[in-house]
């Protein structure tokens, strides 16, 4: 296969653009071309596809997946990381020329690409990569799979499934757009700087959401409201939402919910129920 960065490349590059990973962007860059082929071959992706990297930093993982994809929008919010990046890639791939675009954004705000993405593969910013995922899904429904590196016990949380003590709102919200499944566990000593605690990675592959005559919004407020009280029963969790625990009571019945159960045993779809069963939704 074809090069790709390994320890010295990264430091050198950032020594270069006089760069220190920081924390508060939840910079740690992957140093290991063998993680690299990892998480591009678990990305299961087409050779036609256009892949969105979210936070590329120096490039490790953009060079993989130029390998793998036929276009790469990669989305970096440090203005000298993604000045540098399509340098590296001239240098490194010089026949992906024009298959590459650059995007100067925080991921979080971005809701227009240069091209449209089939596929989300990220090395994502710890702080922030629950709302990272929900952001591109909702903004982009062109996104069909794709496999994202987390915290592991945020990965955990992303796959958990009702029942499970770690399923709550990350687990039910992105159940709405997609089936998650963890991929791995990565270790620390790939990354430099090394974090105190191990990654895991997360496929998922998009699917309609539950069908429903409430709206994301409105099922995604009955989510929030279940999970804000997490060891109340539903009756108690839902009161505010609803008005008054009795209406909170109706709501769940009609939905064929048991108020004194807790939002952790229940689906995506039942919350759907609960927020087509709000009076006045119900007329």
Known sequence: GLPLLGAADIRRLAEELDVRPTKTLGQNFVIDGNTIRRIVAAAELDPAETV???????????????????????????????????????????????????VLSDALKVTELPKEPTALVANLPYNVAVPVVL????????????????QDEVADRLAAKPGSKIYGVPSVKAAWYSQMRKAGVIGMNVFWPAPKIASGLVGFTRREPPATRASREEVFAVIDAAFAQRRKTLRAALAGWAGSAAEAEGALRAANVDPSARGEVLTVEAFARIA???????A
Do not use: W, Y
């Open 135 to 150: 952001h591109l899904l909702e903004h982009f429904p062109s996104l069909r799979h794709g496999l994202v590196m987390v």
């Open 276 to 282: 087509e069963c709000k009076r006045p939704l119900v």
């Open 52 to 102: 969105l990297e979210v936070g590329p930093g120096l490039g490790s993982l953009t060079l993989g997946l130029l390998d793998a994809a036929a276009h790469v929008v990669a989305v970096e919010i440090d203005p000298k990381l993604a000045a540098k990046l399509p340098e590296t890639a001239q240098k490194f791939r010089p026949d992906a020329n024009g298959r590459l675009d650059v």
